[in-house]
Nanobody, 122 residues
Framework: QVQLVESGGGLVQAGGSLRLSCSTSGRTSSDALMGWFRRAPGKEREFVAA????????YYADSVKGRFSIASDNGKNMVYLQMNSLKPDDTAFYYC???????????????WGQGTQVTVSS
């Protein structure tokens, strides 16, 4: 079973940047899709971004395209989410996810980290 530990959350002003990190252990396949989801107060958890361990293929939610960037480091078993031009609407608990699947335009994950809080002040 994959274990995921997030770090890097915090409080930032609108327009600022944060980088989230996800440390993974118990690796999945080299072609597995790793990702980030988030849950804002009073809302359902939603997909943010995903990347294959093998590299190359990346997926983003429309709401973060052009502002967020997902990356992976296979050698360090790490997944990152660089968040730029942050908005108050980006305030949420962010979760790292493993074994992400895409189906019918939606994304699902097989394993979750415990999450890290990101708060964007206006």
């Amino acid at each position: 079973q994959v274990q995921l530990v997030e770090s890097g959350g915090g409080l930032v002003q609108a327009g600022g940047s944060l980088r989230l990190s996800c440390s993974t252990s118990g690796r999945t396949s080299s072609d597995a899709l790793m990702g980030w989801f988030r849950r804002a107060p009073g809302k359902e958890r939603e997909f943010v971004a995903a990347i294959r361990w093998s590299g190359g293929t990346r997926y983003y939610a429309d709401s973060v395209k052009g502002r967020f960037s997902i990356a992976s480091d296979n050698g360090k078993n790490m997944v990152y989410l660089q968040m730029n031009s942050l908005k108050p609407d980006d305030t949420a608990f962010y979760y790292c996810a493993a074994d992400v699947t895409r189906y019918g335009g939606s994304y699902y994950a097989g394993s979750w980290g415990q999450g890290t809080q990101v708060t964007v002040s206006s």
